[in-house]
Nanobody, 125 residues
Framework: QVQLVETGGGLVQAGGSLRLSCTASGRTFSTYTMGWFRQTPGKEREFVAGISWSGGSTYYADSVKGRFAISRDNAKNTVYLQMNSLKPEDTAVYYC??????????????????WGQGTQVTVSS
C-alpha cells in the first residue's frame, strides 16, 4: 500500500506562483511514474503533468506548458509541481498519483493506482 500526501496549496493572485509537494510512503517510490491531476466541481479529473521514474522524462497538458514544472527527488520520496504565472482557470483541487507499472507513462487517470487526498489551489483575479 502506498500513501500519498500533498501539501502546498493555497490562495494566490493571478500571475503568482505556488509549489505543490507530494510525499509517498514505501520503499519503491523511485520505480513509479508520478502524475499531477486537477479537478473542479462537476468536471472530470484532468491530467496536468507527469514524470518518469528517473525524472528523465516529463510531459504536460497543453494548458500548463511553459508555466508548470514537475520534478522529483527519489531520495525524499517526493514529487513537486512548480506552478508559475497562475491563472484563475488553474483553480482546482490538485491530486498527485502514482502508477506502479514500471515504465508506463499515461495521461489517463484510470492508469494510476494510488492517489493523494488533494490540495486546493485558488487563483484570484
Amino acid at each position: 500500500q502506498v500513501q500519498l500526501v500533498e501539501t502546498g496549496g493555497g490562495l494566490v493572485q493571478a500571475g503568482g506562483s505556488l509549489r505543490l509537494s507530494c510525499t509517498a510512503s514505501g520503499r519503491t517510490f523511485s520505480t513509479y511514474t508520478m502524475g499531477w491531476f486537477r479537478q473542479t466541481p462537476g468536471k472530470e479529473r484532468e491530467f496536468v503533468a507527469g514524470i518518469s521514474w528517473s525524472g528523465g522524462s516529463t510531459y504536460y497538458a497543453d494548458s500548463v506548458k511553459g508555466r508548470f514544472a514537475i520534478s522529483r527527488d527519489n531520495a525524499k520520496n517526493t514529487v513537486y509541481l512548480q506552478m508559475n504565472s497562475l491563472k484563475p482557470e488553474d483553480t482546482a483541487v490538485y491530486y498527485c498519483a502514482a502508477d506502479v507499472r514500471f515504465g508506463r507513462m499515461e495521461v489517463v487517470s484510470t492508469y494510476y493506482d494510488y492517489w493523494g487526498q488533494g490540495t486546493q489551489v485558488t487563483v484570484s483575479s
